[in-house]
């Protein structure tokens, strides 16, 4: 069995793949399994993957699949997983070489079930660390946790025994798919260190918004509803309802703003709103809300039917002058 599989969803990307594939070639880790998923890429993207797994065939699988995008590359590449622990690369991004050795050993020191680290946002012209809001617990965790797939290990167990995936065929697949992991978990360990190297492409899924934005509102009904079937949403309420505020106030709504055209974006930004007081009424009186004092929350506590209007034009402007 080996130590680390590394899964690795491939589509149209042949000028980052190398990058990408030599990264995990070149971990210091030697037992690890390297599983190449061809999301039915036109490029030149899966004659360069099978390139790699016929010069490194120990270490490199390569299966290819209709395109089903990310979410569907990754839950094919599940099964075929032998490793101990499970970890995602974007085949536009690369890792640092001693990442899985590091994060490895300290799943086993801690006997952990998921390890994270810290990142680098890499732009053209600038390099910005990305670092952990400390948590200590599962609680906490669901509220502050960054809900990226690709900067964790987890235990391959966890995932098969609780049936945890990705949600095919929609945006924001890493939200879902961390909380519904998270209440699975038991000891969680944490390495303060970027080691991800992730890769901004103007034209990247997650900088183009349109009426697809809107499928935020349908990944955060599927956990509420995850939750609320296995009995947990009781337990977990504080940080759903903040967590259903933060994104609709904050990062939602920074990408309805950016939505070119007129009527789509008025619609879903009135959505936005009618949703957040129709699921969370009372959420201005949330615990998490009223106790925590970061830049995000003191922001949120001034939202209203009013400022929230005028927030919505202040993130336009900023937008069209980035």
């Known amino acids: 069995m080996p130590k680390v599989s ?46 790699y797994a016929k010069k490194y065939n120990v270490k490199v699988k390569y299966l290819e699949k209709e395109n089903g995008g990310l979410s569907d ?5 599940i099964p075929y997983a ?37 990142f680098l946002w890499e732009y053209p012209n600038k390099v910005k660390q990305d670092k952990r809001f400390n948590y200590n617990n599962k609680k906490e965790m669901l509220a502050f946790v960054r809900v990226v797939a690709w900067n964790k290990l987890i235990r391959r167990k966890i995932l098969l025994d609780n049936g945890i995936n990705f949600p095919k065929g ?14 699975h978990l038991n000891t969680i360990s944490y390495i303060d260190k970027c080691f991800v190297h992730y890769t901004q492409r103007k034209n990247s899924i997650a900088n183009v918004q349109n009426e697809r934005t809107a499928e935020i509102f349908t990944v955060l009904d599927h956990v509420i509803e995850y939750y609320k079937q296995n009995n947990l949403y009781e337990y977990y309420q504080d940080e759903l309802e903040y ?28 959505q936005n709103w009618k949703l957040l007081n129709e699921k969370f009424p009372n959420w201005k009186k949330n615990k998490i809300l009223n106790t925590i004092k970061i830049e995000n929350i003191r922001y949120m506590k001034s939202v209203n039917s009013f400022t929230f209007k005028i927030y919505t034009e202040i993130f336009r402007f900023i937008l069209r002058q980035m």
Not at 73 to 77: E, V, Y
Not at 170 to 183: A, G, S
Not at 246 to 259: D, G, N
């Open 243 to 270: 967590n259903y505020a933060r994104y609709l106030l904050c990062s939602s709504l920074k990408r309805i703003s950016k939505i070119q055209d007129k009527t789509i974006r008025k619609r879903l930004l009135d």
């Open 6 to 51: 590394v899964i690795v969803p491939i589509y149209n990307v042949e000028n980052y793949l190398n990058r990408c594939l030599d990264s995990l070639i070149n971990q210091t880790m030697q037992d690890i399994e390297i599983i190449l998923v061809n999301d039915g890429s036109t490029d030149k993207s899966g004659d360069i993957a099978k390139e």
């Open 73 to 77: 590359a990754r839950n094919f590449g």
């Open 170 to 183: 929609l945006r924001y697949e890493d939200v879902e798919f961390t909380y519904k992991l998270i209440p």
């Open 82 to 118: 032998t490793g101990e622990y499970i970890a995602f690369l974007d085949s536009d991004d690369y890792i640092e070489k001693n990442a899985y050795e590091e994060m490895y050993n300290k799943a086993k020191e801690d006997d952990a079930d998921y390890v994270e680290c810290d």
